[in-house]
């Protein structure tokens, strides 16, 4: 069965950090792009960050660009999100999502969620003040 099972949510206060993990299993993702969406309460999933297979692209959205990190360790077959300076509008379930079909780029699978083939059950991250 494949799965992308993500952990390192939590709560944590204005301007600190988190680390977000994808694991992922059932198969190998090294040749997919793979990504993080978001959703907050009451609003639509959003799109976070993106990287390709080959880990020369990213791509990420103008409210998390500079302050977020994507990256990817094909051979653990697990994918990262690093958040620094979160603000309270971060505040919402980051899902890990992984390119329906092989060797797609960050940046379809940024702006096409359809593109979206594996999605994980969601870690919550809660920012207070």
């Known amino acids: 069965q494949v799965q992308l099972v993500e952990s390192g949510g939590g709560e944590v206060q204005a301007g600190a950090s988190l680390r977000l993990s994808c694991a992922a299993s059932g198969r190998s993702f090294s040749r997919y792009a793979m990504g993080w969406f978001r959703q907050a309460p009451g609003k639509e999933r959003e799109f976070v960050a993106a990287?390709?297979?080959?880990?020369?692209?990213?791509y990420y959205s103008d409210s998390v660009k500079g302050r977020f990190t994507i990256s990817r360790d094909n051979a653990k077959n697990t994918l990262y999100l690093q958040m620094n300076s979160l603000k309270l509008e971060d505040t919402a379930v980051y899902f890990c999502?992984?390119?329906?079909?092989?060797?797609?780029?960050?940046?379809?699978?940024?702006?096409?969620?359809?593109?979206?083939?594996?999605w994980g059950q969601g870690t919550q991250v809660t920012v207070f003040s």
């Open positions: 999502a992984a390119d329906r079909y092989p060797s797609g780029t960050a940046h379809t699978l940024g702006r096409f969620s359809a593109s979206v083939g594996t």
């Open positions: 990287i390709s297979w080959d880990v020369r692209s990213t």
